[in-house]
């Protein structure tokens, strides 16, 4: 069964003070892994797609990294508006096929 | 980037009513969209699969005669939940298919969302 975990469930962080988030999965003929933030209330927000095992792409202090069993999303220096909701999503990506979704960790940064 | 727009973002109905949730893809045609439910503090649960000019797929425990999806063009896809129950009170997200990748790689969209409360 296709499944994906995400670890840790909340994570609280001083302003400043780097971390990483995993995300393992399991499922058959990955085609791309996403990751996405959503603030409450709000619909999510695409932050990057990783295809293949070594991939890393980078935007502003995040940065996703993949190998065969796991994504990390690193997260340097963090800011306060940095606080979110970071879900991880796998999907083979092939027509009409939905993405499948862990259930989130929760990023709260203090200033 | 593409968007995808939802409407109505928020919707307050009586219990026994209906209510429709659209979902349009502004730049693009999708073929397939997806519609979501979230509980507070929950990851999304997928309800069902639209595709445009054919049947919804739905999952495995969504019942389909109250939730009718509707994919009838390109760009449009609606959600309509009969005979609303305070149970059903949740956020419908909804997502979309572009089969062409941008830049970053990306082809799922997702819409803002919308919070159905039922009364």
């Known amino acids: 069964e296709d499944q994906v975990t995400q670890s840790p469930e909340a994570l609280r962080l001083q302003e400043g003070e780097s971390s990483s988030l995993n995300c393992s999965y399991t499922v058959s003929g990955l085609r791309g892994l996403f990751w996405y933030r959503q603030d409450p209330g709000k619909g999510p927000e695409f932050l990057f797609t990783?295809?293949?095992a070594g991939e890393e792409k980078e935007k502003e202090r995040l940065k996703a990294t993949l190998t065969k069993k796991e994504s990390f999303l690193h997260i340097t220096a963090p800011k306060p508006e940095d606080s979110a909701t970071y879900l991880c999503?796998?999907?083979?990506?092939?027509?009409?096929?939905?993405?499948?979704f862990g259930k989130g960790t929760t990023l709260s940064v203090s200033s | 980037g593409a968007v995808v727009s939802q409407h109505p973002s928020r919707v307050i109905c009586k219990s026994g009513t209906s209510v429709k949730i659209e979902c349009r893809s502004l730049d693009f045609q999708a073929t397939t969209m997806f519609w979501y439910r979230q509980f507070p503090k929950q990851s999304l649960m997928l309800m069902a699969t639209?595709?445009?000019?054919?049947?919804?797929?739905?999952e495995q425990g969504v019942e389909k005669d109250k939730f009718l999806i509707n994919h009838a063009s390109l760009t449009l896809s609606t959600l309509t939940v009969t005979s609303a129950h305070p149970e059903d009170s949740s956020f419908y997200i909804c997502s979309a298919r572009d089969i062409q990748a941008d830049s970053s790689g990306n082809t799922i969209y997702f819409g803002e969302g919308s919070w159905l409360t039922v009364v």
């Open positions: 990783l295809y293949s």
């Open positions: 639209s595709n445009e000019g054919s049947k919804a797929t739905y």
């Open positions: 999503a796998v999907g083979p990506l092939q027509a009409g096929t939905a993405l499948i």
